[in-house]
């Protein structure tokens, strides 16, 4: 199985400042379509995780611009700009290329 | 406006059964892949399964932890997908989502919780 390995577990950000969140695969996420099978979700206190970000960069429809995804290969970033208090809740990256689909351990957000 | 709702959680005991209903609207169900994911209490997201499309075989792909225990399949003319769970364990305690797709799982429901307890 693909192991997903996110850093930090935690952390703590002020208000209109940047948090970054890395995700590492024990391999390649990369298909020989060319996509790679690499997705960003937040679950916010007491709701369902929502999808923030397939193709390791694309965002979903009517997630705000402040969220933004890089990477290749086996590692990847999640950037959240002007963090908001909306914000909070635990983040998980999500390797969809090889059964079975895994989720990383997932990061918490929470506001300064 | 896609929307998914779960339903037939509840309280059941070790080694009975619990079948789930995840039920869509909004968006053209047979076209589409359905995943489902769970989550134990303060525990991080296991996927569970998924069933493709009747177009693509209307298969499905299990967790081996509950590979042979649990069953997805879906009725489009209804608009459902069902998760049978059967020789239920305590670690099976979760609430238990269901979403859209299966390379990008979008458009979840709110959940349906499942406690194994005797």
């Known amino acids: 199985d693909i192991v997903m390995t996110q850093t930090p577990l935690s952390l703590s950000v002020t208000p209109g400042q940047t948090a970054s969140i890395t995700c590492k695969s024990s391999?390649?996420?990369?298909?020989?379509?060319?996509?790679?099978?690499l997705s960003w979700y937040l679950q916010k206190p007491g709701q369902s995780p929502q999808l923030l970000i397939y193709e390791v960069s694309n965002l979903f429809s009517g997630v705000p611009d402040r969220f933004s995804g890089s990477g290749s290969g086996t590692d990847f970033t999640l950037k959240i700009s002007r963090v908001e208090a909306e914000d909070v809740g635990v983040f998980y990256c999500?390797?969809?290329?090889?059964?079975?689909?895994?989720f990383g351990q997932g990061t918490r957000l929470e506001i300064k | 406006e896609v929307q998914l709702v779960e339903s037939g959680g509840g309280l059941v005991q070790p080694g009975r059964s619990l079948r789930l209903t995840c039920r869509g609207s909004?968006?053209?169900?047979?076209?589409?892949?359905m995943t489902w994911v769970r989550q134990a209490p303060g525990k991080g997201l296991e996927w569970v399964g998924f069933i493709r499309s009747r177009g693509h075989g209307g298969t499905t792909e299990y967790a081996a932890s509950v590979k042979g225990r649990f069953t997805i399949s879906r009725d489009d003319s209804k608009s459902v997908a069902y998760l049978q769970m059967n020789s239920l364990k305590t670690e099976d305690t979760a609430v238990y989502y269901c979403s859209k797709s299966r390379y990008f799982p979008h458009y979840w429901g709110q959940g349906a919780l499942v406690t194994v307890s005797a």
């Open positions: 999500m390797q969809s290329i090889q059964l079975p689909i895994i």
């Open positions: 909004g968006f053209t169900f047979g076209n589409h892949s």
């Open positions: 391999q390649s996420l990369l298909f020989s379509d060319g996509k790679t099978y």
